[in-house]
């Protein structure tokens, strides 16, 4: 069993809103998580939109807006993530590649903007290794994000994101709106990063590809953590899945034939 490299804790996320009147009322995102990350693994979190997927990544980033209240505990390679754990560790042991290549500077070059973090000494030389790594022509260094095609700029998002020192990746959503090969392309190196031993979260609404590149997927619905099963169960009519909800959404994808078991379960 390898090292937890991220360990969650019945994490709760709400937030502070106004409702009619000025009078506030509360909104829960997350409740009751608990996940943890190990050294070497891909873990996927699957789910619907506004199952609290994003949420977990942005309470581990500890970039929630303002008005976020949470409780729990999040521990990275066995240390309380703090916010002032979290300024010297993020971009450099905790990376992120967001769900838009919109995060991007239009106003940057893509070359520029890899080689921010970068030991200075050696920035251009550990760009040009990273293009290489990404299949990035030298060539784009100097170009600017409308230059470059939507496949090229997933590229360049990786390039930003990893660093030799990195220990957890949170990938957002990398996939979506992308051709096959190009998801191909993008998980065989979420795959790389794992097999260098780095732990990755990815966030997914994508199921089959989730189970194409982790070990373990993690199922969320309303802001809960319904269940977490090996991606190898993933398979034929889900008979292997311990969770009927898990089974229900491997079942009702279209090539099962949207079959639904609708068994009955609760959190």
């Known amino acids: 069993m390898s090292t937890p490299i991220l360990r969650v804790s019945d994490l709760n996320v709400s ?28 873990l996927a979190v699957i789910g619907a939109s506004g199952s609290g997927k994003t949420l977990l990544a942005q309470a581990i980033l500890g970039i929630l807006p303002h ?14 993530l703090t916010a002032a754990r979290r300024q010297r560790t993020l971009g450099r042991e905790i990376s992120y590649i967001p769900q838009s290549v919109m995060n991007l500077d239009p106003l940057m070059a893509v070359g520029k903007q890899v080689r921010i973090g970068l030991d ?10 990273l293009f290489d790594r990404y299949g990035l022509a030298s060539e784009a260094a100097g170009l600017y994000p409308f230059e470059l095609s939507g496949g090229m700029l997933r590229r360049v998002l990786f390039a930003t994101s990893v660093r030799d020192t990195v220990r957890l990746l949170i990938a957002d959503e990398p996939t979506p709106g992308l051709h096959a090969e190009a998801v191909e392309e ?10 260098d031993g780095v732990a990755v979260l990815l966030i997914t609404h994508d199921i089959v590809s989730a189970v194409a ?4 997927v993690a199922v969320m619905n309303g802001g809960h953590l319904i269940t977490v099963e090996p991606a190898s169960a993933f398979t034929g009519e889900g008979d292997r899945l311990s969770h009927p909800f898990a089974r229900d959404l491997w079942r009702a994808l279209p090539q099962n034939q949207f079959s639904v078991g609708g068994a009955e379960w609760r959190w």
Do not use: C, S
């Open 213 to 216: 590149v982790a070990e373990r």
């Open 15 to 42: 937030f502070t809103q106004y409702a009619r009147r000025l009078h506030t009322r509360t909104v829960t995102g997350i409740a009751g998580v608990d996940l943890e990350v190990r050294e070497g693994e891909v």
């Open 186 to 195: 993008v998980l065989r190196h979420l795959r790389e990063l794992a097999e």
């Open 67 to 80: 008005n976020a209240d949470v409780t729990g505990e999040i521990r990275f390679r066995g240390e309380l």
């Open 120 to 129: 200075p000494k050696t920035a251009h030389q550990d760009q040009r290794r």
